[in-house]
């Protein structure tokens, strides 16, 4: 909380108002005693001051929960799987409790789950941000409230917020130097909205990487999908009716490299020998597919670790979090079979 704010209460709501303390609790809890319109102002007039409903009163006295909350955009990705794991490890070590969350790739979502947060009072949020993001509006009470705020992976650029993710612009420029090493001249590359730092640093890599072998950038040759299983099947036939099959392709992550790999094998295309192809991330299923998938790694676990012990250290020792403006993590190339042409 912002020095000198202090929590705003149902009795400075019923100030504003001009009404009872005991109506704006009973309006708060859509009591049939208070008028709808009453309760409708009273719930609007409570979200626009910045009011918290607590129903632990403990906390209230001590304004902390020792309840950490974490949003990402789904729980069911293995990578997702690891981070929360880091986060729990150090989270509990410490004494602290999580809400997680999942935002289901929607900003709409995620500013319910933010709003959530906020009235459930926890001392700290971890974000990674949904696909399609593009306000950060819905953060705002946390900002004014000086509640601490940490992006990790996929990031929001806030000056008062830290960012932990890994160099996606040198791994899409690693990943595709490969491919070009491997004697590929057509790189296609499927990614996912640009609006997202991660898909968007993968690409400006990839168009570097092309642009420092002296290969052309050919804006069809990059196709924009949500990176799903199916949206790799999708991308596997536009493939397959370009005039000239690419002879590489680089996948902004592995389960649609998965995906697009089995429809292009079930269509007879071998891999590597007619395209050699790489994804991101080092998915299981990366080492199921056959050929073996070559990969960016980037260890999950350690940037939960990360992101929780900077939260933490900030909550107990008070130390600034602003200092912490970005923290780049390792990532290393995995070079597997599905992308060695040469030997």
């Given at each position: 909380m912002a020095d000198g704010e202090k929590e705003t209460t149902i009795y400075d709501i019923a100030a504003k108002l001009n009404i009872s303390a005991a109506t704006?609790?009973?309006?708060?809890?859509?009591?049939?005693?208070?008028?709808?319109?009453?309760?409708?102002?009273?719930?609007?007039?409570a979200e626009e001051m910045g009011y918290r409903s607590n129903s632990f009163a403990s906390n209230l006295r001590k304004k902390q929960s020792n309840v950490i909350g974490v949003i990402v955009p789904r729980l069911n990705s293995n990578f997702m799987s690891d981070v929360i794991a880091g986060i729990e490890k150090v989270v509990n070590e410490n004494n602290y409790n999580l809400i997680i969350s999942q935002s289901l790739e929607t900003m709409k979502k995620e500013a319910s789950n933010v709003q959530a947060m906020f009235y459930n009072r926890v001392d700290g949020l971890l974000v990674s941000v949904a696909y399609d993001t593009d306000s950060f509006d819905h953060f705002e009470p946390f900002i004014k409230r000086n509640i601490p705020l940490i992006f990790f992976d996929r990031v929001l650029d806030h000056d008062t917020c830290?960012?932990?993710?890994?160099?996606?612009?040198?791994?899409?420029?690693?990943?595709?130097?490969?491919?070009?090493?491997?004697?590929?001249?057509?790189?296609?590359?499927?990614?996912?909205?640009?609006?997202?730092?991660?898909?968007?640093?993968?690409?400006?890599?990839?168009?570097?990487?092309?642009?420092?072998?002296?290969?052309?950038?050919?804006?069809?040759?990059?196709?924009?999908?949500?990176?799903?299983?199916?949206?790799?099947?999708?991308?596997?036939?536009?493939?397959?009716?370009?005039?000239?099959?690419?002879?590489?392709?680089?996948?902004?992550?592995?389960?649609?490299?998965?995906?697009?790999?089995?429809?292009?094998?079930?269509?007879?295309?071998?891999?590597?020998h007619d395209i050699a192809v790489a994804g991101f991330n080092n998915d299981p299923t990366s080492c199921v597919i056959e050929p073996n998938l070559t990969t960016i790694n980037y260890k999950g676990f350690e940037m939960g670790e990360t992101a929780?012990?900077?939260?933490?250290?900030?909550?107990?020792?008070?130390?600034?979090?602003?200092?912490?403006?970005?923290?780049?993590?390792?990532?290393?190339?995995?070079?597997?079979?599905?992308?060695?042409?040469?030997?």
């Amino acid at each position: 909380m912002a020095d000198g704010e202090k929590e705003t209460t149902i009795y400075d709501i019923a100030a504003k108002l001009n009404i009872s303390a005991a109506t704006v609790s009973r309006g708060l809890k859509n009591n049939s005693r208070i008028s709808k319109e009453t309760r409708k102002l009273i719930h609007k007039t409570a979200e626009e001051m910045g009011y918290r409903s607590n129903s632990f009163a403990s906390n209230l006295r001590k304004k902390q929960s020792n309840v950490i909350g974490v949003i990402v955009p789904r729980l069911n990705s293995n990578f997702m799987s690891d981070v929360i794991a880091g986060i729990e490890k150090v989270v509990n070590e410490n004494n602290y409790n999580l809400i997680i969350s999942q935002s289901l790739e929607t900003m709409k979502k995620e500013a319910s789950n933010v709003q959530a947060m906020f009235y459930n009072r926890v001392d700290g949020l971890l974000v990674s941000v949904a696909y399609d993001t593009d306000s950060f509006d819905h953060f705002e009470p946390f900002i004014k409230r000086n509640i601490p705020l940490i992006f990790f992976d996929r990031v929001l650029d806030h000056d008062t917020c830290p960012q932990i993710y890994i160099d996606n612009y040198k791994a899409g420029q690693e990943i595709t130097t490969h491919l070009i090493n491997q004697g590929c001249k057509k790189i296609a590359h499927i990614t996912g909205n640009q609006l997202r730092n991660v898909y968007s640093d993968r690409f400006h890599g990839y168009k570097r990487a092309l642009e420092d072998n002296k290969l052309v950038f050919d804006k069809d040759l990059v196709i924009v999908t949500d990176l799903s299983a199916q949206a790799g099947i999708d991308a596997a036939q536009q493939l397959m009716e370009m005039a000239e099959l690419p002879d590489g392709l680089f996948v902004a992550n592995d389960i649609c490299a998965v995906a697009c790999m089995q429809t292009l094998k079930k269509h007879g295309i071998k891999i590597p020998h007619d395209i050699a192809v790489a994804g991101f991330n080092n998915d299981p299923t990366s080492c199921v597919i056959e050929p073996n998938l070559t990969t960016i790694n980037y260890k999950g676990f350690e940037m939960g670790e990360t992101a929780a012990r900077l939260m933490v250290n900030h909550l107990l020792n008070k130390h600034d979090i602003q200092e912490t403006h970005s923290l780049v993590l390792r990532s290393e190339l995995i070079i597997r079979e599905s992308s060695l042409r040469n030997g």
